[in-house]
């Protein structure tokens, strides 16, 4: 099992609609979780961290669900600029060593 | 919120050649940078953890006499693709974490390395 796996999608979605995927994680010590996007050819920017009690920044709502061992991105009223791959990120053995999920491709469509 | 930038963006060089790639923190200090490598529609791939004042740790598979790192100071490390081969081409990307063990990593805009 790979220490942190994505569905890599494509997910093709209408503009406007709500789409949510998740990550999963195998190492249960992990205490640090983070979404990137990463647009094509570009280096992956923050998107948000995830905390225990689940956070919202706007249209994305992030939640992390320890007992099954996944973090989940929510996205609602999705925009074409929304078109991106989104990686989730865990921590490891250690704060110090971030694993990454190899991401989630999202089309959002007109 | 923390810069990372990275120069050069964009490198073109010549079979054989060596290029170095600069990654510096502009607005925080880093005593560990990370260097990653990705190949079109693949995922990240961690390359080397770069330690100021000491040596770089490297991943498995990855040769350290090929990628020479160099952490000299708190905001600046480069990375060095020595004698490069059209196989390295590949977009290289730094990141480093402001203090913090909860803190996320920033990344450079990345280096888009060509070789011919």
């Known amino acids: 099992r790979k220490e942190v796996e994505q569905d890599p999608g494509p997910f093709n979605v209408p503009e406007g609609a709500t789409v949510a995927f998740n990550c999963t994680y195998s190492?249960?010590?992990?205490?640090?979780f983070f979404w990137y996007r990463q647009d094509c050819r570009k280096e992956p920017k923050l998107l948000m961290s995830v905390y225990s009690s689940g956070n919202e920044d706007g249209r994305f709502t992030a939640q992390l669900n320890r007992a099954s061992q996944y973090i989940s991105l929510l996205i609602r009223d999705s925009k074409l600029s929304d078109s991106a791959t989104y990686l989730c990120?865990?921590?490891?053995?250690?704060?110090?060593?971030?694993?990454w999920g190899a991401g989630t491709k999202l089309i959002i469509k007109p | 919120g923390a810069v990372v930038s990275q120069h050069p963006s964009r490198v073109i060089c010549k079979s054989g050649t060596s290029v170095k790639i600069e990654c510096r923190s502009l607005?925080?200090?880093?005593?560990?940078m990370f260097w990653y490598r990705q190949f079109p529609k693949k995922s990240l791939m961690l390359m080397a953890t770069?330690?100021?004042?000491?040596?770089?740790?490297?991943e498995q598979g990855v040769e350290k006499d090929k990628f020479l790192i160099n952490h000299a100071s708190l905001t600046l490390s480069t990375l060095t693709v020595t004698s490069a081969h059209p196989e390295d081409s590949s977009f290289y990307i730094c990141?480093?974490?402001?203090?913090?063990?909860?803190?996320?990593?920033?990344f450079g805009n990345g280096t888009r390395l060509t070789v011919t």
């Open positions: 607005d925080f200090q880093a005593t560990t």
């Open positions: 990141s480093a974490r402001v203090q913090g063990n909860n803190s996320p990593l920033h």
């Open positions: 190492n249960s010590a992990s205490q640090s």
């Open positions: 770069s330690n100021e004042g000491s040596k770089a740790t490297y």
């Open positions: 990120v865990v921590n490891g053995d250690s704060n110090y060593q971030l694993i």
